[in-house]
Nanobody, 122 residues
Framework: QVQLVESGGGLVQAGGSLRLSCAAS????????MGWFRQAPGKEREFVAT????????YYADSVKGRFTISRDNAKNTVYLQMNSLKPEDTAVYYC???????????????WGKGTLVTVSS
């Protein structure tokens, strides 16, 4: 089993920045790809970004490319999502996830956190 706990959400003005963290624990978490998803009110959950277990490869949704950066520190079993130039449409609950790289991109990872709320005011 893998346990994932997100933190760092909050209220920010449009154009501002936030950094989300996801602390992982459990079986060999450093061997998993990690990712972020989000779910806005009244919408389906959508993929945001993912990073391989080595940290060498990343993949982003078009909607966040150039504004968000995913990174990881395997020594701390933590993955981060640096969010810059935030827009009101980025408002959502952000979820951390873990599984293989392709499975995360496909949107069906086995392991999920409980989410952290990000609210961007205009």
């Amino acid at each position: 089993q893998v346990q994932l706990v997100e933190s760092g959400g909050g209220l920010v003005q449009a154009g501002g920045s936030l950094r989300l963290s996801c602390a992982a624990s459990g079986r060999t978490v450093s061997s998993y790809a990690m990712g972020w998803f989000r779910q806005a009110p009244g919408k389906e959950r959508e993929f945001v970004a993912t990073i391989t277990w080595t940290g060498y490869n990343t993949y982003y949704a078009d909607s966040v490319k150039g504004r968000f950066t995913i990174s990881r520190d395997n020594a701390k079993n933590t993955v981060y999502l640096q969010m810059n130039s935030l827009k009101p449409e980025d408002t959502a609950v952000y979820y951390c996830a873990a599984d293989s790289f392709r499975t995360v991109i496909a949107g069906v990872p086995d392991y999920w956190g409980k989410g952290t709320l990000v609210t961007v005011s205009s």
